[in-house]
């Protein structure tokens, strides 16, 4: 069997021009009784969130922990698909599952759908617009007919930006793109998408940062780190 346990690793800078060390602590063990597999991360004013796979018992979910995290049992809400990425803002958690839907963990830690309305870019990634002509029409967005909204792929990552709590940034691999959400108590709303320009198959993080009041928004592509500016920042 398997143990899971979660470390913290903080880097201590207290002797000057000194190399960097880092103290590495155990914070918790992550129980998983019916052979749960842990997948994602997340915490939040000291609330840690650990989603986890089917185990025995055929059930996903997130384990919730609060308090005094060594001695509190988590609480375990189940999910009905398991979690394809996972982030903390603002309090909630925020989950887009492995059906492609978007969702969150209320201050009851129960779990609450969000669907979206996010249009089709107007242009792919190869657009030349040198290319297009005056009498060709105006291509109009499509958006998701289906009532739970917008369905992104599994491949997808979720990322947020520390110093703006509220921006939700999700990097749609599969339709080269980055979308920006505004959460509040009513939902999510769609704000912006940035189509990249090249094609980004292999990304297995995203993070955002705020500097001058810019958002740079970072991904780990392949072994390597992309960065890009938003746009319309």
Known sequence: NSAYAVFSITPDASVPNAPVAFKVENRFTVPTTNGEKPTHLAESGGTFYVTYGAGSNGQA????FSGDVTKNPPKNVKLDHEAASAVATNGPLYLLLSNGTLGQLDSSQTYKSLPVKAPQPLATSGFDPTNYAA????PTPVTAADTSGTHFPTTSVLGVDPGSPTHLYLADVTGDRILRFTASASGLEFNAQYLQA?????VS???VVSANGKPYLFQWV?????????PDA
């Open 222 to 230: 392949g072994g390597k780190v992309v960065e890009y500016v938003a």
């Open 135 to 138: 009498a060709t029409p105006v």
């Open 198 to 202: 090249t094609s980004r198959q292999d």
């Open 205 to 207: 993080g995203l993070t």
């Open 61 to 64: 979910g997130v384990f919730v």
